[in-house]
């Protein structure tokens, strides 16, 4: 099983920063990754598939980027509404799996 | 719009049995991919089974193979989540999706809790 792991745990932010989140596979995935973004109480929300192709309404201050084991969310300038949990999830192998999430907090 | 909607969660002892529905609506049914996937509480999701459009090809995690079934009826755009001897690592709530690459959209869940 590919094991997904997310960096950092828990991100301290203000609005309008820039945000980067990591995540690597421990193993190589190609491009076969997408991310998500949960809201407390919320199913999750694609945002990026194919590691860097936004979903349909995903507004473009989301960007993915990466391939092979390494990969990258940008929110380019944090909106009040962005604060969430995000998950990547690896799409190349079964089973389908995913990180442990990175929980975006207002700093 | 692209729409699922889970039915069928509950209270259930643990060495019982629940079947979960998910109800699909706003795209060729048949000609996708559909999964479930769970969380449990004030946990990250975890992928559990996956069909193909047909229903001819079907996956499961290790965590549940064996005691879970999925299964499609592409006549009433319905997909189905057949869980046996349940246990109390099973509490969790079950999202259905569209695809089994990525997932999109999600249904809104639905809980499943299992008593010892």
């Known amino acids: 099983e590919i094991v997904m792991t997310q960096s950092p745990a828990t991100l301290s932010v203000s609005p309008g920063e820039r945000v980067t989140l990591s995540c690597r596979a421990s193993q190589s995935v190609s491009s076969n990754l997408a991310w998500y973004q949960q809201k407390p109480g919320q199913a999750p929300r694609l945002l990026i598939y194919g590691a860097s192709t936004r979903a349909t309404g995903i507004p473009a201050r989301f960007s993915g980027s990466g391939s092979g084991t390494e990969f990258t969310l940008t929110i380019s300038s944090l909106q009040s509404e962005d604060f969430a949990v995000y998950y990547c999830q690896q799409y190349n192998n079964w089973p389908r799996t995913f990180g442990q999430g990175t929980k975006v907090e207002i700093k | 719009d692209v729409q699922v909607l889970e039915s069928g969660g509950g209270l259930v002892q643990s060495g019982g049995s629940l079947r979960l529905s998910c109800a699909a609506s706003?795209?060729?049914?048949?000609?996708?991919?559909m999964s479930w996937v769970r969380q449990a509480p004030g946990k990250g999701l975890e992928w559990v089974s996956a069909?193909?459009?047909?229903?001819?090809?079907?996956f499961y995690a290790d965590s549940v193979k064996g005691r879970f079934t999925i299964s499609r009826d592409n006549s009433k755009n319905t997909l189905s989540l057949q869980m046996n001897s349940l246990s109390a690592e099973d509490t969790a709530v079950y999202y259905c999706?569209?695809?089994?690459?990525?997932?999109?959209?999600w249904g809104q869940g639905t809980l499943v809790t299992v008593s010892s």
């Open positions: 706003g795209f060729t049914f048949s000609g996708y991919a």
């Open positions: 999706a569209k695809g089994f690459t990525y997932f999109d959209p």
């Open positions: 069909i193909s459009g047909s229903g001819g090809s079907t």
